[in-house]
């Protein structure tokens, strides 16, 4: 889900945790798409029609081997000046914010997901796994030492993971998988940013993340989104099975507003006045909006949402 408001730090997600970025190339197009490599060093496919409106084809990712990953470690230098932007700007802009602002990170299992690729990493977990701590233990020391320069100048009003790691009938890897590689680093950075100030500490992912769920919170996550239904992410069943000590955003189901009146009623008053009954719970649709959603629709949806939250 898109930031609306987001720290501009060379951080990862939002914006590209390399510094210097990978040298942007066209390799090949033709009349419908390109073939390129991104300053994050992944080749890809888009379309040149609507970008926008289509998902890339990924066909390469930057690290195959042990070489390739000590070959861009120096991309990670966390004490690059040119990663943080003017602090008295910053200050000026938002300290008198009436909005949220975030810094958006790449999280345990997006990182390397974004040097491997899905199915790669799922090999290196086995076939690897002194590189995967490696690059887990460079992820650590690289955030640590991050969030340490950004949190004394600035501080946030949470901070963003982003993960993406599950799929409709399940997370891309075991729980056994996330307590090795992933529980210790979590916790440790966790702990680290809420030591400096920071304390709400937000995790994305779409997908069925109920497996490795008390794992996060294990971790000291302490808000979730999106809450997607077509994977069952049912935000009532989060709550009554984890308890109410982290905020849920999301959990609307986009399909409804693609319906009828009828429907996004039944969507929105089935769970949302009980979800804001227990509190700490931010009502909104599961994932970006398709394009099917008809403008009479979404506005209704809104002034519902409204009505139903008293504003």
Known sequence: ??????????????????YPPFEEEVISEDETSRVWRDGQGVIKRDRKDSPEKSMSQFLEFP??????????KWRLDPAEPARYPDWAEVHRQHDNRDYVIGLYICGGY??????FGEQHLAYAYYDTPDLVHDIMACWLSFYKDLTGRVLAEFVPDYLYIWEDMAFKNGPLISPT????????????????VKRLGLEIVMVDSDGDNRPIFDLFLEAGMNAFLPCEIAANMEP???????????LIIGGIDKRALSTDFAAIDHEVMRKVPKLLETGRYIPTVDHSCPP???????????????NVCGG
Do not use: Q
């Not at 009532?236 to 982290?246: I, K, S």
């Open 110 to 115: 997006g990182f390397p997901r974004n040097l």
């Open 1 to 18: 889900m898109a930031p609306r408001h987001a720290l501009p730090v060379n951080a990862g997600f939002t914006y590209n945790p390399y």
């Open 292 to 306: 099917d959603i008809a403008f009479e629709n979404y506005r209704y949806y809104v002034e519902l949402l409204r």
């Open 236 to 246: 009532l069943e989060l709550r009554e099975r984890f308890g109410n000590d982290f």
């Open 177 to 192: 998988t996330f307590r090795e590689f992933m529980s210790p680093y979590y916790t440790e950075l966790i702990s680290h």
């Open 63 to 72: 690290v195959k081997s042990r070489r390739d990953w000590e070959d861009l």
